[in-house]
């Protein structure tokens, strides 16, 4: 049967699959109260480098949690944190993204984050700063804008960045960060979550994970585009 699946944002998302140990080293910086201002997550598009973000923001700002204690970063999803990050309506997450129109991020939106950046936070003990992603920075002095907010940056104020080409990131960034490397998906994982949900055929699931190339991002976008 041929019908499109819903892509939606990743703050949506409340399932997450591989990555383990990504999410252990998250737990033990948690628990040994190691987190650091600025991460940059990098690794092909399309894998669930933001997903996991999301997951990681609400685990932090979710006051409820024992972060020293916790034994996943999951989150509920009929929690009062998990729908105020969804509808964007938590105070103490601050999130850039391209424009709709011309896909960007230009300098404008990353001169807001001046205000946001030094100000208190309001119902957590962290201000976490989304940027996804840095491919979609315009122009150098956005980098140097960021930049100076990276050297400056409060104790309680973390800043996750999100790069698909982490090549094109400049190094006086990139040195400010710690950086988490996605691998591709492995074809295993892949075969197991399509599996699991059902949405293809036996027959055209090799050619599918075949022309995936480890993004399950890129696999939904192949259906979609078969379907429509």
Request: aromatic share 10%.
């Amino acid at each position: 049967k041929e019908y499109k699946i819903e892509i939606r944002h990743p703050r949506f998302n409340d399932e997450f699959f591989g990555f383990k140990k990504i999410e252990q080293y998250f737990l033990d910086i948690l628990k040994n109260k190691k987190l650091s201002n600025a991460y940059i997550f990098n690794g092909i598009k399309g894998i669930g480098k933001a997903t996991f973000v999301y997951r990681l923001a609400r685990c932090i700002l979710n006051k409820d949690n024992d972060l020293e204690s916790i034994d996943s970063l999951h989150t509920s999803k009929e929690s009062n944190i998990f729908k105020n990050v969804m509808n964007l309506s938590h105070p103490d997450l601050s999130i850039i993204e391209p424009d709709d129109v011309n896909k960007k991020i230009n300098l404008e939106k990353l001169k807001l984050l001046d205000k946001i950046t030094y100000r208190t936070s309001l119902e957590s003990n962290y201000k976490i700063i989304i940027i996804d992603s840095l491919d979609d920075f315009t122009t150098k002095k956005s980098f140097s804008s960021l930049l100076k907010l990276l050297e400056d940056c409060p104790i309680n104020c973390i800043f996750f960045l999100i790069s698909h080409l982490l090549f094109k990131v400049p190094g006086t960034i990139k040195s400010r960060c710690q950086k988490i490397y996605f691998n591709p998906i492995s074809d295993k994982t892949l075969r197991k979550w399509f599996e699991q949900s059902e949405i293809i055929d036996e027959k055209n699931l090799d050619i599918l994970i075949n022309l995936a190339n480890g993004s399950l991002g890129r696999a939904l976008e192949i259906i979609n585009n078969d379907a429509s």
